[in-house]
């Protein structure tokens, strides 16, 4: 047994963080993780996947092995570099990739997405409820078409998206040699289901409804064994929240709110979808996963309150 020196004594105050300097801390490395073919033969939808989280996680589930319909609602160029991008790295188990433009909070275009993925693939395996947008504003001044925005694309959207996916999943049935699991739903959720957001208050509410939503869902369709989820990122390094993190300033601010100190990466998000979407998470549904460096554990308490 090797024999370890112990540390000098330190006051119990100086390891708090509010003694340390960033550089005192240790430096950021992000894992290594190699990509393995754990969703060979499955089929997934990614909404509002041209950018951010959803490029991050089309481009995982595609190194996986499943063929992933990119879905996008704006710039067509985006939508087909992340295509490119999902289908070409040399890998011999990639799966397919096509993008499909359609607005999730409209009716009659996610149809037409459920159809097309059919033509593509046939069916589908793993929905990845996604899109999503802020439009803020203090609660006083917020429009109604601002609240509406928010609601109908951030939570109607994944409503819409997630009853064509279960209709197609009890349709079809388990296909023990594709998966355990008749299909799987990620909802992309966020901190801001648990955390109140003064000023945002239409996507905290979005996200607050996602979460029952995901429960109630989950405990609806379990016996067909159809597994709903939700991953809730804290702070990502993504346009959507761009101000945040964009200077050194904001980078410096944000980093209060996260413990582990440092921002998350949309690689952070997409491998824990591909491992939900796996096998290896089939006893898992009906929770909501946090990605967040610690953001949900009261940062506020960190320097001992
Ligand atoms: P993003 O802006 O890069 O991605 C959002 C995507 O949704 C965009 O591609 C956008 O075009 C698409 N979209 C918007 N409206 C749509 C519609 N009607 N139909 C189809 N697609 C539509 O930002 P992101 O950070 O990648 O956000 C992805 C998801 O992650 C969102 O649901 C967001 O709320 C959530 N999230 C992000 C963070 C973060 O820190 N970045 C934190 C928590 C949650």
């Keep these: 047994m090797t024999s370890m020196t112990a540390p000098p004594s330190t006051p119990m105050s100086s390891k708090l ?17 190699e990509a393995r073919p754990a969703l060979k033969g499955q089929k997934a939808l990614v909404t509002g996947a041209s950018s951010g989280i959803g490029r991050g996680i089309a481009i995982a589930l595609c190194a996986a092995g499943a063929d992933v319909m990119i879905n996008f609602v704006g710039d067509e160029a985006s939508a087909r570099a992340v295509v490119d991008e999902a289908t070409h790295c040399g890998c011999t188990n990639r799966g397919r990739a096509v993008a499909h433009r359609a607005d999730v909070s409209d009716e009659t275009q996610v149809a037409g997405m459920y159809g097309r993925m059919r033509d593509e693939f046939g069916t589908i395996d793993i929905l990845v409820n996604n899109a999503g947008l802020q439009q803020d504003a203090p609660v006083e001044e917020m429009t109604l078409a601002q609240w509406n925005k928010v609601i109908s694309v951030n939570l109607t959207g994944q409503f819409l998206c997630a009853r064509e996916a279960v209709r197609e999943f009890k349709r079809r049935g388990v296909q023990k040699d594709v998966s355990c699991a008749a299909g799987k739903i990620i909802c992309v959720s966020s901190v801001h289901e648990v955390i109140p957001w003064a000023g945002h208050v239409n996507y905290a509410a979005s996200k607050g409804g996602v979460f029952q939503l995901m429960k109630s869902i989950a405990q609806e369709v379990a016996p067909w064994r159809i597994r709903v989820n939700s991953i809730c990122p804290g702070a ?24 582990y100190k440092r921002i998350g990466e949309v690689e952070d998000i997409a491998r824990l979808a591909v491992w939900l979407a796996s096998d290896e998470a089939d006893y898992i549904t009906g929770t909501s996963l946090f990605v967040d460096g610690g953001m949900t554990l009261y940062p506020g308490f960190e320097a001992g309150g």
């Design 236 to 259: 990502i390094r993504t346009p959507i929240n761009m101000p945040a993190w964009a200077t050194p300033a904001a980078y410096a601010e944000l980093m209060k709110l996260i413990p």
């Design 17 to 33: 963080i509010r003694n340390l300097t960033p550089d005192q801390l240790p430096t950021v490395h992000m894992p290594a993780c």
